[in-house]
């Protein structure tokens, strides 16, 4: 393990960090994260996070959010009126097939199928209004 002494005169809202790590003058870009900072330097960026030791013992016995798998459905990807489901339950379905149109904003967004597939369940019909990530539609 190797230990390097890191200064710096930096303050929080600057967007330039100035320092040296080691022997080695420093210099990086800072941006707001969420709970920390983002550090980008020489085309590599890292997210830092500075917590009370107790706030970090904690954090680390937390379980790990796992995203939900959603291969196999089509979610609306905004809140919008569904103007049309172009496909039925049953439906074998190509790559690039349109499976649904939705109007958000004015304006209309067709949602294509991403893989071939059979359509499981129809969710909505064309005239739904739909809140972002609704379900559409599932693949069996």
């Known amino acids: 393990m190797v230990t390097l002494t890191v200064a710096s005169d930096?303050?929080?809202?600057d967007l330039i960090w100035r320092g040296q790590v080691g022997a080695r003058k420093v210099t990086a870009q800072i941006r707001p994260a969420p709970n920390g900072?983002?550090?980008?330097?020489?085309?590599?960026s890292?997210?830092?996070r500075a917590m009370l030791p107790r706030t970090a013992e904690l954090e680390?016995?937390?379980?790990?959010k796992v995203a939900p798998d959603t291969s196999k459905l089509l979610l609306c990807p905004m809140p919008g009126l569904v103007v049309?489901?172009?496909?039925?339950?049953?439906q074998e379905v190509k790559a690039g097939e349109t499976l649904a149109v939705v109007e958000a904003m004015k304006m209309q967004n067709v949602l294509?199928?991403?893989r071939d597939g059979?359509?499981?369940?129809?969710?909505?019909?064309?005239?739904?209004?739909?809140?972002?990530?609704?379900?559409?539609?599932?693949?069996?």
């Open 10 to 13: 930096w303050r929080p809202g």
């Open 37 to 44: 900072l983002r550090i980008a330097w020489k085309g590599m």
């Open 46 to 48: 890292v997210t830092a």
């Open 60 to 64: 680390r016995l937390m379980p790990e």
């Open 84 to 90: 049309s489901i172009a496909v039925a339950e049953g």
């Open 112 to 114: 294509r199928a991403e």
């Open 118 to 140: 059979t359509v499981k369940k129809v969710h909505a019909a064309a005239g739904a209004t739909l809140a972002v990530d609704a379900l559409i539609l599932e693949f069996a």
